[in-house]
């Protein structure tokens, strides 16, 4: 296991804030993202879909699409450097070598007409220092990604590799160039329940190898529990709560977290039990004033509606914006609906 809690601190990410600006009005969806990830941990970011984690995860590496959105607000701290700050062109210095993300469709991320050897030596082109055989090097990181006979498959081509396999050749592209973050958005939902299990062993193992730092994106529970330290609990553009894998399933403290871990589907099913949280998200672009789970908590008090909580600490490493976990809870009026 990793010590990752003691680790150093590889990303910074501040009040992060990316809205959409459209003849709707403007769609906030990364509304005051903060958080810190350390050497070799693992952070799930998990929440229904449309609550943001992959407009997060594209801010992170600047790519929200443009110019329909734009981080408007933040930093984004990475090996000490904030990279809002950099100029368009050094980014594609940053991405790849020092953060990189798979995404869940390898479709999308594999060009049809290239050869994957020619995927991966055009990616490995761009390594710093890189010199030498870079077929040798495609080679390696196939293996690395636990690809048996890698110097066949350079030659194949996309359609030519099974779901899983792709996915493979997916990660050996996102880590040919050695970054310190990886993001996973959702990277296994495509895949099939053993295929999903195994490339998630994958992903922790060159973890413990390389002492890789990922952000895991999941709208699965379950997932969460078999892949990460941490995890934030996102909802409505926020993270609603936060902390240890150990804690968020031990004593979830939003009522939402609560929610989504009482619908977990086992990894083994394939039933889609996991929305049945009743009512709707709220639009992200007529957000109310108040708590955004307000409409469909089962605790809410008139309070909820009418100011967002702040964090309240759980313990040192946890915390969640709950007014039930303001002290005065108990004496507060009950809800007038
Ligand atoms: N191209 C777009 N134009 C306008 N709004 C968008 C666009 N893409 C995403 N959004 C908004 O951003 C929100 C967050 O999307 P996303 O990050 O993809 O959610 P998730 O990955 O959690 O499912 C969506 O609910 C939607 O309102
Ligand atoms: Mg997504």
Redesign the pocket.
């Known amino acids: 296991m990793t010590t990752a809690r003691d680790g150093k601190v590889v990303l910074e990410v501040k009040n992060l804030h990316t809205y959409?600006f459209?003849r709707w009005g403007t769609?906030k969806?990364?509304d005051g993202i903060s958080f810190t990830l350390r050497e070799g941990e693992t952070l799930g970011i998990v929440?229904?879909?449309?609550?943001?984690?992959?407009?997060?995860s594209?801010s992170l590496l600047r790519l929200h699409?443009k110019p329909?959105?734009r981080i408007i607000e933040g930093e984004v701290i990475l090996d000490g450097e904030d990279i809002l700050r950099r100029p368009e062109r050094d980014m594609r210095e940053i991405r790849g070598h020092k953060i990189s993300m798979i995404l869940q469709d390898p479709q999308t991320s594999l060009n049809p007409v290239y050869t994957i050897g020619n995927q991966l030596v055009e990616t490995l082109g761009l390594k710093k220092g890189s010199h030498g055989n870079l077929k040798n090097e495609a080679e390696k990181s196939l293996r690395k990604v636990r690809v048996a006979a890698p110097e066949r498959r350079l030659e194949d081509f996309p359609h030519q590799m099974s779901g899983g396999m792709k996915q493979r050749v997916v990660g050996a592209i996102a880590m040919a160039c050695e970054p310190m973050v990886i993001i996973a958005?959702?990277p296994t939902t495509a895949l099939d329940v053993t295929i999903q299990l195994q490339y998630l062993r994958l992903l922790k193992d060159i973890q413990a190898e390389t002492g890789l730092s990922i952000i895991f994106?999941t709208?699965d529970f379950g997932i969460v529990a078999r892949m990460c330290d941490r995890v934030a609990v996102?909802y409505a553009?926020r993270f609603v709560e936060e902390g240890s894998v150990r804690d968020i399933f031990n004593n979830p403290s939003h009522p939402y977290t609560e929610a989504l871990i009482g619908s977990v589907p086992k990894v083994e099913e394939r039933v889609e039990r996991l929305y049945q949280i009743e009512g709707q998200p709220p639009?992200?672009?007529d957000l109310p004033v108040g708590c955004r789970f307000e409409s469909r908590c089962r605790y809410a008090k008139s309070k909820c509606a009418e100011e967002y909580p702040p964090y309240f600490e759980v313990n040192e490493h946890h915390k969640a914006a709950c007014w039930r976990l303001d002290p005065s809870w108990e004496t507060l009026p009950s809800s007038s609906k």
């Open positions: 959409f459209n769609v969806a990364v929440g229904e879909s449309g609550c943001g984690k992959t407009m997060t594209l699409p329909a959105s958005d959702e994106i709208h996102m553009g639009a992200l672009y």
